[in-house]
């Protein structure tokens, strides 16, 4: 990491001059974002961007977009995940594609006027989301964005192949969301900022008994900026008999230029390849 918090890597073959075959990943989240660059012909990953602890992330995106050279690549296909307080998810039986408007009376939020719909494969509701304004304009306006997720998607994505009762969490420096599922099948999902490691617990602990998650049964697999021996990894240590650092690259992706890095750090940025 620089002094922004911030780390590029670069596969050295990738010329980006001559690059006419490259999807482009973006996760967004409360307080980071990152991206990844794969190579469609190879599906190599050949650029990876991340930047942690943003106080304006709509701001340090911008201007990182005005001078990445990288992003100045016309892609294939554009996928973001973002981060949004207005996320509804309506069980199909019940959820109505003519009257949309009526679901987003119950956003918390003042955001854009354009609504987003996302089914994911294995799930039995449709979630209905909005973004704040800026984010909204800025990725339409540099990148067209072939299809806009909601922060859930990747995660959720990553336990439609966690057999049992699962709980996920998914961390940023601040933040960490959280998914418990059965067989796939969401069962609870949420995303919480945290100060220090005695806040995540108290949220773990919150979890834990409002939602009787039994310790014992109830698998657990982390990925993002998470590793052995830091405090929220004891704090999880404590409780779990077994944690699982969620590495799976289901799409076979050629990711070597993460060797040096710990393998569960972008597991959810590339999970993105997988949302339909």
């Known amino acids: 990491m620089n002094s922004k918090n911030s780390i590029l890597l670069v596969d050295p073959d990738f010329d980006v001059s001559s690059?006419?075959?490259?999807?482009?990943?973006?996760?967004?989240?409360?307080?980071?974002?990152?991206?990844?660059?794969?190579d469609g012909s190879e599906n190599r990953l050949v650029v990876l961007y991340d930047q942690q602890e943003c106080?304006?992330?709509?701001?340090?995106?911008?201007?990182?977009?005005?001078?990445?050279?990288?992003?100045?690549?016309?892609?294939?296909?554009?996928?973001?995940?973002?981060?949004?307080?207005?996320?509804?998810?309506?069980?199909?039986?019940?959820?109505d594609a003519e009257n949309l408007n009526t679901y987003a009376k119950f956003f918390s939020k003042e955001q854009s006027e354009q609504l987003h719909l996302q089914n994911l494969a294995g799930q039995d509701f449709t979630t209905i989301f909005n973004l704040d304004d800026t984010m909204e304009?800025?990725?339409k306006s540099t990148f067209g964005i072939s299809k806009i997720y909601d922060h859930m998607a990747p995660i959720?994505?990553?336990?439609?192949?966690l057999p049992e009762k699962h709980l996920i969490l998914d961390f940023t420096v601040g933040t960490f969301t959280a998914v418990l599922t059965e067989a796939g099948k969401l069962i609870f999902e949420n995303c919480y900022e945290t100060e220090d490691a005695e806040e995540f617990k108290y949220y773990l602990l919150l979890m834990i008994q409002q939602l009787e998650i039994d310790t014992k049964e109830?698998?657990?697999?982390?990925?993002?900026?998470?590793?052995?021996?830091?405090?929220?990894?004891?704090?999880?240590?404590?409780?779990?008999?077994?944690?699982?650092?969620?590495?799976?690259?289901?799409?076979?992706?050629?990711?070597r230029i993460l060797d040096n890095m710990p393998s569960q750090y972008y597991s959810s940025l590339l999970a993105l390849q997988l949302c339909e």
Do not use: M, W
């Open 19 to 38: 690059a006419d075959n490259c999807d482009l990943l973006i996760k967004i989240t409360a307080d980071n974002f990152s991206y990844a660059i794969v």
């Open 55 to 95: 106080k304006n992330v709509a701001a340090a995106l911008n201007d990182v977009l005005s001078d990445d050279q990288h992003l100045a690549i016309p892609f294939k296909t554009v996928k973001a995940s973002v981060y949004t307080r207005n996320s509804i998810a309506i069980p199909n039986e019940f959820f």
């Open 137 to 139: 304009a800025l990725l």
């Open 156 to 161: 959720l994505v990553l336990s439609s192949i």
């Open 218 to 255: 109830t698998k657990i697999s982390v990925s993002g900026i998470i590793h052995e021996g830091d405090k929220k990894f004891d704090a999880l240590n404590h409780y779990f008999s077994e944690i699982v650092f969620n590495t799976t690259n289901a799409n076979k992706l050629d990711n």
